[in-house]
Protein backbone atom coordinates (compact mmCIF):
# COMPACT_ATOMS: atom_id res chain seq x y z
CA UNK A 1 0.00 0.00 0.00
CA UNK A 2 1.42 3.67 -0.93
CA UNK A 3 2.03 5.42 2.02
CA UNK A 4 0.56 9.26 2.60
CA UNK A 5 3.45 10.86 1.02
CA UNK A 6 3.27 8.96 -1.98
CA UNK A 7 -0.06 9.46 -2.62
CA UNK A 8 0.92 12.74 -2.11
CA UNK A 9 3.57 13.38 -4.26
CA UNK A 10 2.12 11.61 -7.06
CA UNK A 11 -1.22 13.78 -6.90
CA UNK A 12 1.18 17.09 -6.79
CA UNK A 13 2.88 15.53 -10.39
CA UNK A 14 -0.75 15.38 -11.50
CA UNK A 15 -1.71 18.58 -10.77
CA UNK A 16 1.63 20.20 -12.09
CA UNK A 17 0.56 18.45 -15.11
CA UNK A 18 -2.60 18.95 -15.14
CA UNK A 19 -2.32 22.66 -14.71
CA UNK A 20 0.36 23.34 -17.58
CA UNK A 21 -1.23 21.59 -19.85
CA UNK A 22 -3.68 24.62 -21.26
CA UNK A 23 -0.94 26.91 -21.38
CA UNK A 24 1.86 24.58 -23.46
CA UNK A 25 0.08 26.98 -26.47
CA UNK A 26 0.81 30.12 -25.02
CA UNK A 27 4.56 29.31 -24.95
CA UNK A 28 5.25 27.77 -28.17
CA UNK A 29 5.06 24.09 -27.14
CA UNK A 30 1.83 22.79 -28.42
CA UNK A 31 -0.68 24.13 -30.92
CA UNK A 32 -4.38 24.78 -30.56
CA UNK A 33 -6.54 23.77 -33.04
CA UNK A 34 -9.90 22.44 -34.60
CA UNK A 35 -10.25 18.47 -35.42
CA UNK A 36 -10.61 18.07 -38.59
CA UNK A 37 -9.84 14.53 -39.61
CA UNK A 38 -10.07 10.39 -37.80
CA UNK A 39 -9.20 7.93 -39.58
CA UNK A 40 -7.55 4.80 -39.24
CA UNK A 41 -4.54 3.28 -41.46
CA UNK A 42 -3.58 0.06 -42.11
CA UNK A 43 -0.86 -1.63 -44.29
CA UNK A 44 -0.11 -5.18 -44.82
CA UNK A 45 1.66 -7.52 -46.87
CA UNK A 46 -0.03 -9.48 -49.80
CA UNK A 47 1.95 -10.93 -52.67
CA UNK A 48 5.51 -9.44 -52.60
CA UNK A 49 3.74 -5.96 -51.98
CA UNK A 50 3.20 -3.37 -49.78
CA UNK A 51 -0.42 -2.07 -49.48
CA UNK A 52 -2.11 0.69 -47.45
CA UNK A 53 -5.50 1.88 -46.74
CA UNK A 54 -8.02 3.40 -44.57
CA UNK A 55 -11.25 1.66 -43.66
CA UNK A 56 -12.69 4.23 -41.68
CA UNK A 57 -11.94 8.43 -42.79
CA UNK A 58 -14.12 10.65 -41.55
CA UNK A 59 -13.42 14.48 -41.41
CA UNK A 60 -15.47 17.44 -40.77
CA UNK A 61 -15.90 20.88 -42.39
CA UNK A 62 -16.03 23.82 -39.65
CA UNK A 63 -17.11 26.17 -42.29
CA UNK A 64 -20.85 24.55 -42.62
CA UNK A 65 -21.02 21.94 -39.37
CA UNK A 66 -20.90 18.60 -42.04
CA UNK A 67 -19.48 15.56 -40.75
CA UNK A 68 -18.52 13.64 -43.76
CA UNK A 69 -17.04 10.39 -44.24
CA UNK A 70 -17.06 6.53 -44.93
CA UNK A 71 -16.46 3.56 -42.23
CA UNK A 72 -16.04 -0.16 -42.80
CA UNK A 73 -17.95 -2.05 -39.68
CA UNK A 74 -16.61 -5.63 -40.39
CA UNK A 75 -13.47 -4.05 -39.47
CA UNK A 76 -13.68 -1.25 -37.44
CA UNK A 77 -16.20 -2.93 -34.73
CA UNK A 78 -18.40 -0.53 -33.15
CA UNK A 79 -16.02 2.08 -33.08
CA UNK A 80 -18.17 4.74 -34.66
CA UNK A 81 -20.46 4.93 -31.69
CA UNK A 82 -21.74 8.09 -34.09
CA UNK A 83 -19.95 10.37 -36.28
CA UNK A 84 -18.90 12.61 -33.77
CA UNK A 85 -17.96 9.76 -31.14
CA UNK A 86 -15.40 6.98 -32.77
CA UNK A 87 -13.93 5.52 -30.03
CA UNK A 88 -11.61 2.05 -31.06
CA UNK A 89 -11.81 -0.36 -28.42
CA UNK A 90 -8.79 -2.27 -27.23
CA UNK A 91 -10.17 -5.71 -27.90
CA UNK A 92 -10.69 -4.26 -31.77
CA UNK A 93 -7.26 -2.93 -31.83
CA UNK A 94 -5.58 -6.02 -31.31
CA UNK A 95 -7.73 -7.80 -33.71
CA UNK A 96 -6.72 -5.38 -36.14
CA UNK A 97 -2.86 -5.34 -35.06
CA UNK A 98 -2.97 -9.49 -35.03
CA UNK A 99 -3.02 -8.88 -38.98
CA UNK A 100 -1.92 -4.99 -39.83
CA UNK A 101 0.50 -2.38 -39.14
CA UNK A 102 -2.49 -0.23 -37.79
CA UNK A 103 -2.22 3.21 -37.06
CA UNK A 104 -4.65 6.36 -36.20
CA UNK A 105 -4.47 9.55 -37.66
CA UNK A 106 -5.78 13.10 -36.83
CA UNK A 107 -6.12 16.20 -38.77
CA UNK A 108 -5.78 19.22 -36.40
CA UNK A 109 -5.98 23.33 -38.16
CA UNK A 110 -5.72 26.28 -36.85
CA UNK A 111 -3.83 29.36 -36.93
CA UNK A 112 -1.04 28.30 -35.40
CA UNK A 113 -0.70 25.43 -37.34
CA UNK A 114 0.51 27.99 -40.21
CA UNK A 115 4.05 29.11 -41.06
CA UNK A 116 3.41 31.98 -42.57
CA UNK A 117 1.32 33.22 -39.28
CA UNK A 118 -0.83 35.23 -41.57
CA UNK A 119 -3.75 32.82 -41.75
CA UNK A 120 -4.99 29.30 -40.46
CA UNK A 121 -2.97 26.12 -41.43
CA UNK A 122 -3.57 22.03 -40.75
CA UNK A 123 -1.67 18.94 -40.35
CA UNK A 124 -2.19 15.20 -40.57
CA UNK A 125 -0.38 12.93 -38.18
CA UNK A 126 -0.07 10.10 -36.15
CA UNK A 127 -1.23 9.49 -32.54
CA UNK A 128 -1.40 6.46 -29.91
CA UNK A 129 -4.98 4.76 -30.01
CA UNK A 130 -5.69 6.53 -26.53
CA UNK A 131 -5.28 10.30 -27.88
CA UNK A 132 -7.48 9.64 -31.36
CA UNK A 133 -10.41 8.16 -28.58
CA UNK A 134 -10.08 11.06 -26.52
CA UNK A 135 -10.88 13.61 -28.76
CA UNK A 136 -14.13 13.99 -31.23
CA UNK A 137 -14.85 15.45 -34.51
CA UNK A 138 -16.50 19.09 -32.57
CA UNK A 139 -14.07 19.45 -30.41
CA UNK A 140 -11.34 21.68 -30.22
CA UNK A 141 -8.07 20.29 -28.97
CA UNK A 142 -4.26 21.16 -27.95
CA UNK A 143 -1.53 19.00 -29.74
CA UNK A 144 2.43 19.01 -28.80
CA UNK A 145 3.90 17.93 -32.50
CA UNK A 146 6.59 15.27 -31.86
CA UNK A 147 8.43 14.45 -34.70
CA UNK A 148 5.60 13.13 -36.74
CA UNK A 149 3.21 12.45 -34.34
CA UNK A 150 0.73 14.12 -32.41
CA UNK A 151 0.06 14.18 -28.50
CA UNK A 152 -3.19 15.45 -26.92
CA UNK A 153 -2.38 17.88 -24.37
CA UNK A 154 -6.14 18.98 -23.63
CA UNK A 155 -9.71 18.68 -25.40
CA UNK A 156 -12.12 21.37 -25.38
CA UNK A 157 -15.25 19.04 -25.99
CA UNK A 158 -18.18 20.04 -27.79
CA UNK A 159 -16.34 23.23 -29.48
CA UNK A 160 -18.54 23.21 -32.41
CA UNK A 161 -21.67 22.88 -34.10
CA UNK A 162 -22.50 20.06 -36.07
CA UNK A 163 -25.41 20.66 -38.63
CA UNK A 164 -25.63 17.46 -41.00
CA UNK A 165 -23.77 14.29 -41.70
CA UNK A 166 -22.95 12.53 -44.52
CA UNK A 167 -21.45 9.21 -43.19
CA UNK A 168 -21.60 6.37 -44.88
CA UNK A 169 -20.84 2.43 -44.99
CA UNK A 170 -18.76 0.43 -47.33
CA UNK A 171 -17.30 -2.76 -47.82
CA UNK A 172 -13.27 -2.19 -47.37
CA UNK A 173 -12.72 -6.68 -47.94
CA UNK A 174 -14.64 -6.37 -51.38
CA UNK A 175 -12.63 -2.87 -52.02
CA UNK A 176 -9.37 -5.12 -51.76
CA UNK A 177 -10.30 -8.40 -52.22
CA UNK A 178 -7.62 -9.10 -55.02
CA UNK A 179 -5.13 -7.92 -52.37
CA UNK A 180 -5.48 -10.44 -49.79
CA UNK A 181 -7.89 -8.63 -47.78
CA UNK A 182 -11.06 -10.93 -46.08
CA UNK A 183 -13.28 -9.90 -42.72
CA UNK A 184 -11.53 -13.93 -41.43
CA UNK A 185 -10.82 -13.39 -37.73
CA UNK A 186 -13.02 -9.99 -37.13
Known amino acids: MPSRRQVLAASG?????????????????????????KAISLEWQYG????????????????????????????????VRSPDDIVVSEDRHHKLSARFTVKYLLGVCGKNFDSSEEGTGCLNTWTSRTDFNRVQLDDRAEVRVTGERFDVIDVYENAYT?????????????????????????
Do not use: M
Request: aromatic letters at 12%.
Open 13 to 37: VAFTTGSLGSCLSKVGLAKTGELQL
Open 48 to 79: NQTYIDQPLWIGFDHGDGRIFGRYDPAFVGGS
Open 162 to 186: IRSTDVHTFDFAKFHEDDGISTDGL
